[in-house]
């Protein structure tokens, strides 16, 4: 999550101060879909996530309620790791720091570092010791997940340090103003607030990863990249400040994705496909007009039918819903 202060302080200088365009109507303090919309509600990453271009997916999800059963895919299983190694690892450089400040004046001995390091060395030898007794994934892809999180915790720990250090280096500071610098620094809030939306016609609770600088809201994702205008990164960042604004009926004008990857020939984590969005009126509107389209055919319970391109389907986790063995000729005729 500290690539994101970072970043701030890098890249995204004033952007994020800068005026957005939001209808007023189109808060979601003042949105109210109809009743018999919202009477059945969708999760925000089936709203999300458009692989389907006639969206049978969300046919089978909500109306056939069939789903796709098995072993959990590996790229979620691995995605939900890196998400856990990350909030924890700020609650614990949080506590880490409340802690020290209460018992120390002196900064002689403070390595955030060491301490994150240490922390994140324990909490990763227990994720690979789930794994050890766990036989649905190989072997090859739990060790990359495993150097993954190191590089992830690595990173975190170094940048907290740096920024910390950089203050420490630069005033007369005592251990009393530790905790008030890092809340500065990184200046995340309401860490998995669960959020009602069923208003906006969403399954609750609505769960953004977080708050930055009270103002931005955010979301980490560790799959597939997809930031265009009505993609996933988009549109998850949109109904998140929509609920967030009905929640607390404050505005939220911009959306952040924080995407960790990896890469084997870098030995830090990859934030390359992390993505800033201005949460505006054109935003909302597309949010509005892909939740109505997939309430309505909820609502409706017709059958969307399947791509003309059956290539499109190949891979896809419905597959074997859509094309029960024995059916596949059938479809293609
Ligand atoms: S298999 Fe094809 S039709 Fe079925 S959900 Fe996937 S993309 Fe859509």
């Known amino acids: 999550m500290y690539y994101i202060a970072l970043w701030d302080l890098f890249e995204l200088g004033d952007l994020t101060r ?31 996530t458009s692989f389907c271009p006639t969206d049978r997916n969300v046919y089978i999800e909500r109306v056939l309620r069939a789903g796709h059963h098995g072993i959990e895919e590996w790229p979620r299983v691995a995605g939900r790791e890196i998400h856990n190694l990350l909030q924890q690892l700020h609650a614990f450089a949080q506590q880490f720091v409340r802690d020290f400040a209460a018992r120390q004046r002196s900064l002689r001995n403070f390595d955030i ?10 909490y990763i030898a227990q994720v690979r010791e789930r794994f050890s007794a766990d036989n649905n994934y190989p072997r090859r892809q739990v060790s990359r997940l495993i150097l993954h999180l190191q590089q992830i915790a690595a990173f975190e720990a170094t940048a907290a340090a740096a920024l910390l250090n950089y203050r420490i280096s630069r005033t007369e500071m005592g251990a009393g103003a530790l905790f008030q610098e890092m809340d500065a620094l990184f200046d995340f809030r309401a860490i998995e607030q669960e959020l009602h939306a069923r208003w906006l016609g969403l399954t609750e609770p609505v769960t953004p990863d977080f708050l930055y600088r009270r103002r931005i809201i955010g979301d980490i994702k560790t799959g597939e990249i997809d930031v265009g205008p009505g993609g996933v990164f988009e549109l998850t960042c949109t109904a998140y400040a929509m609920a967030w604004e009905q929640e607390y009926r404050e505005p939220i004008d911009w959306g952040v994705i924080l995407h960790v990857s990896h890469n084997r020939r870098r030995n830090v984590p990859i934030y390359r496909g992390s993505q800033i969005y201005r949460l505006n009126t054109t935003a909302r509107i597309r949010l509005l007009d892909k939740l109505e389209q997939k309430l309505r055919l909820i ?35």
């Open 18 to 48: 800068s005026e957005v365009i939001v209808r007023d109507d189109l808060r979601g303090y003042n949105v109210m879909l109809p009743p018999d919309l919202r009477a059945q509600p969708i999760s925000v990453n089936l709203l999300a």
């Open 113 to 122: 570092c060491g301490a994150m390091i240490t922390f994140s060395d324990q």
């Open 299 to 333: 609502r409706d319970g017709q059958d969307p039918g399947y791509p003309a391109d059956r290539e499109v389907c190949r891979g896809c986790v419905y597959e074997a819903v859509c094309y029960p063995e024995g059916e596949e000729d059938e479809s293609l005729s």
